[in-house]
């Protein structure tokens, strides 16, 4: 089992469309979680952190669920700029090594 | 306030040469981690620096080393190059907190490595 599990996609989404992510974990003992997007040919930036009570930033809603090991990340009313490549990164007992899913490619179209 | 830079920012190598990539972290942050991130792939974790010593390692060869410098500032050196190690070379920055854990990481631009 890889230790960090994306769709791929691509998802082809109209604007205004609501997106949701998955993404799973295989190590139980992780503690930090976070969402990347990586724009093409481009550094991955930091969406946002995800803790265990759920975190919302603006349209984002990211979520956590330890028990199942997966991590989700849910966009609301989609725009053509959240176009982008949406990583899913683990980073087991806050050492150092973040580890990164292949990452979930989204279009959002007029 | 500087974010990550990283120079070169495109490389083009032949196999068997040696490279030396170049990172500077964002103000107030002390530690650099490099990733290499091939294409259609997520980025994987090279090795990470810390009060100029290797904190950490992933699976990469002896190939692979780096240093970090007083400054933070941080290289990463290649040798031998094979085809394989074209990819975009990653350098991220973060602080050590307190209690010695990894806060988040920003990540530069990048170096785009070609190997031919």
């Known amino acids: 089992r890889k230790e960090v599990e994306q769709d791929p996609g691509p998802f082809n989404v109209p604007e205004g469309a609501t997106v949701a992510f998955n993404c799973t974990y295989s190590?139980?003992?992780?503690?930090?979680f976070f969402w990347y997007r990586q724009d093409c040919r481009k550094e991955p930036k930091l969406l946002m952190s995800?803790?265990?009570s759920g975190n919302e930033d603006g349209r984002f809603t990211a979520q956590l669920n330890r028990a199942s090991q997966y991590i989700s990340l849910l966009i609301r009313d989609s725009k053509l700029s959240d176009s982008a490549t949406y990583l899913c990164?683990?980073?087991?007992?806050?050492?150092?090594?973040?580890?990164f899913g292949k990452g979930t490619k989204l279009s959002v179209k007029p | 306030d500087a974010g990550v830079t990283q120079s070169p920012t495109h490389l083009i190598k032949t196999r068997g040469q040696q490279v030396t990539l170049r990172c500077s972290p964002k103000s107030g942050h002390d530690t650099v981690s490099w990733y290499q991130q091939a294409l259609g792939q997520g980025p994987q974790f090279i090795f990470q620096y810390y009060e100029e010593e290797e904190r950490q390692r992933g699976n990469f060869p002896d190939r692979f080393s780096g240093h970090q410098f007083p400054n933070y500032s941080s290289e990463l050196n290649v040798n031998a190059l094979l085809l394989g190690d074209s990819a975009l070379y990653l350098c991220?920055?973060?602080?050590?907190?307190?209690?010695?854990?990894?806060?988040?990481?920003?990540f530069g631009p990048g170096t785009r490595l070609t190997v031919l």
């Open positions: 190590n139980s003992a992780s503690q930090s």
């Open positions: 990164v683990v980073n087991p007992r806050s050492q150092g090594n973040l580890i």
């Open positions: 995800v803790y265990s």
């Open positions: 991220a920055s973060s602080s050590i907190g307190l209690a010695g854990l990894n806060n988040e990481q920003f």
